[in-house]
Each structure stands twice: as C-alpha cells, then as structure tokens.
C-alpha cells in the first residue's frame, strides 16, 4: 500500500493553492453579500487566469480541451478548490456541468460532442440537469411523471421539475423523461434527452428558495417546466430507454466529486476552529482551546476528517482500477459518511466560534446553510445505506428486494 501522494499531484495541488490565495479567497465575502449574478463578470475574469494554468475542465481529457487528470488526481485537486464555495466554479468542474461534461463523453453523438459537449470544456456555456420532480419521490429514480412522446422525427416533452442546479444562464438542459412506458423493466423506461433552454415549452417556473436563498446564475436552483417542448429526436443522449444506466453513470465518479469538496470544506472549517480556539480567550491567558471539550472536538473533527478522506480515495482509485459498477458499495459508503462528517465539523466548528460562527464574516454560516443538502441529493443517506446493508446481507443469506 503506497500512501505517498505523487509528485504530480502535489504540483498540482500547489498550483491550485497559489491560485486560490491569490484570486479566490479574497472573492468570498462579496459571494456571501452580494447574488452569485453580480459577481459572474469577476468570475469570468478568474476564470480566465484558470485556464491559463491548464486545469481548466480538470476531469477531461486532454484531447478535449481539458486538465487530463484521471479521477483520483482530481479527487486531490477537488479537495483543494472545495476550500471555497466558488473554487469548482472557477475551475469548470461544477455541479451539474462536472456531470454533464462526463456522460455528453461518454454517451454524446460526434455532433452533440461538437455542440455541447466542447463548449461546456471550454467554459463558454453552463447546463443544467432536469430530473428530479416535486410530485414523485426522487429516491426513486425509476418513477418519474415527466413524459416524452414521438411525434414525426421529434421528442415533444411533457413535465414538471424542480431543484435543478444552475438553470437560470444554462445553455441547455439534460431532461430525463418517460420514452418507453411499454419496457418490461423499470430500469429500460426512461431517456436522456438534451433541451436547448430557449426551446418553446421550456420555462424556467422559479429559483426555489432555500434556506433563505433564493441564489441566482449558478448558484440557483430551479423549477422548471416542460410544455408541449419539443426537440429532434437526434437530441437523445445515448440509446432511447437507457437513462437509467447513463444516470448512474454521472453519479458514480459525481459522488468522489462531491465528497472531496465536502473534505476541503471540512478542512477549511477545521482549520478555522483551530485558529478561533488558539486565539479566542475565555478570560486573560485562557484560550478556549484550554477547555477539554474544544480539545475534544478538534480530535474527533481530525480523526473523522481522515477517515473519510481515507475512504473517498479508496473509492477513486477503485473506480479507476475497475470502474464505477464494481466500486458501488464504496460509493454508497463515501456518499453517507462523508456527508455526515461534513455537519458535525461544521456544526462544531460554529460552536467553538459562538456567535461570530452564526455571522457571515466566515464562510462557516453559508455552508451550514447550504450543505446541509449533502445528506439528500445524490441518494439521500437512508437510500445508500439500504443499499450497503442488502449487499452485506445478501452474503449471508438475506434475499431483500431491490423495490423501494
Ligand atoms: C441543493 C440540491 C440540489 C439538487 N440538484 C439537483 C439537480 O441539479 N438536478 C436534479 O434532478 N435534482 C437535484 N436535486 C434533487 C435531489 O436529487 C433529490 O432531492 C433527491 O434525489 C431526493 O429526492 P426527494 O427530494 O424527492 O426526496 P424523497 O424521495 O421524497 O425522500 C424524502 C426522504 O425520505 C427518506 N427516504 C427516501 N427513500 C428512503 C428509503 N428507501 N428508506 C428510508 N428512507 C428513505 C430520506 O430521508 C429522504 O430524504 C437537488 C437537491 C438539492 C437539495
């Protein structure tokens, strides 16, 4: 077992950390005060300077325009950009566009490449994935309300969405949507089907509102719905009743995507406690650090840290070594752990910052705020640790039926 991080990594990394010194913690407080749309001018410019380091799109194969990184060293990097709310942004390797980008490679026509896929690499458009729906219960990913019908050489879509990450300024939208209702499987029903925003029928219903934030440009989440919205059939991404498949897809290299942010987050909050806990005096000479309790938090917090970065690592070079399917435990392992690791070091980490933790002058409030979302999207903990358990069962002897 080699725990030595490579050399190239550790280049990276610290190209990454120069880079966010320099340009991106000194955006962060405008972030927390002012809506995301004010600030995508800035950004640009960020975003420019990070092209010219060559990890612009870092998931992506060098080929297509991108940084070539293959996913544990992107796990590294993700790492280092999750420090800050907008350090993916910046980088171009954002929900949902991190995504997107993965399964248009994988399952993209040369012409949907060509239109979409190469654009989104070079940060020229966003996009936007439409699948969850507020009348079916999302955890189920096969029961969906969402239809399209044929009609000539076109889809026409019918269905309502919500919580679709980054629609308002996306260019198109990936829908998935009931083609095959006749399927004997559940599994074969649904498609994938790319949808130009501007497509008649299209209709971007809100930002919802969460926590307080109703987010704008990227930092948004949408209802959206479909009327009569109609598209050519060649807008079907991957083979018609295959959604399905092409989900799970996006969501297995997705879930280390998301894990390691959540290990940056949870370093930068720790990092923060420990410094509040040092500096911060309870009465002349007695650092808060001094009580038990705040030596507690700290340890646990770094015990926890590691574990979960231990085993998101894991998880990547396994997808590497053997690809997403064999890696399914693991996956679901990560996604639960290290979403919960993620609200005790923030939860704690407000604490030992009392009311200042409550503030915005730290980054601490808008990520209790918004991450408290980790333990639902991607499969909410509940559904992952289902899965965990019928595997292990399984082995001795337990038959569980798969059915929600
Ligand atoms: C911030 C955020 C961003 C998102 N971005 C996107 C996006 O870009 N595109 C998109 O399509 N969707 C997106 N989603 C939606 C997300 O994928 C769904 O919320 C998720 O799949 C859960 O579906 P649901 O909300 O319908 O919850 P439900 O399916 O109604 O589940 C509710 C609760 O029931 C419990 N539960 C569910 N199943 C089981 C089970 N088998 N056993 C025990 N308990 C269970 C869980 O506690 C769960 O939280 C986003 C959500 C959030 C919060």
Known sequence: MEFTIPERVRNIRQIVRDFMQREIYPLELALRSRPFRELVPVLAEKRAKAQQTGLFAPHIPEALGGGGL??????????????????????????????????????????????????????????????????????????????????????VINGQKWFATAVEGAAFAICMAVTNPEAPSPYSRASMIIVPTGTPGFELVRNVSVMGDQGSDYASHAEVSYQSCRVPQANTLGAEGAGFIIAQDRLGPGRIHHCMRWIGICERAFELMCQRAAQRELGPGKPLGTRQIVQQWIADSRAEINGARLMVLHAAWKIDAEGAYAAREEISLIKFTVANVLQRVLDRAIQVHGALGMTDDTPLAYWYAHERAARIYDGPDEVHKTVVARRILREHGLKISSSP
């Open 70 to 155: 293959s996913l544990t060293e992107f796990a590294f990097m993700s790492e280092e950009l999750g420090r800050s709310p907008i350090g993916h942004y910046v980088f171009n390797c954002q929900a949902p566009d991190v995504g997107n980008m993965e399964i248009l490679m994988a399952h993209g026509t040369a012409e949907q490449q060509e239109r979409w896929l190469r654009p989104l690499v070079r940060g020229e458009i966003r996009s936007c994935f439409t699948m969850t729906e507020p009348e079916y219960a999302g955890s189920n990913p096969v029961w969906l309300g969402t239809t399209a019908r044929k009609d000539g050489s076109d889809w």
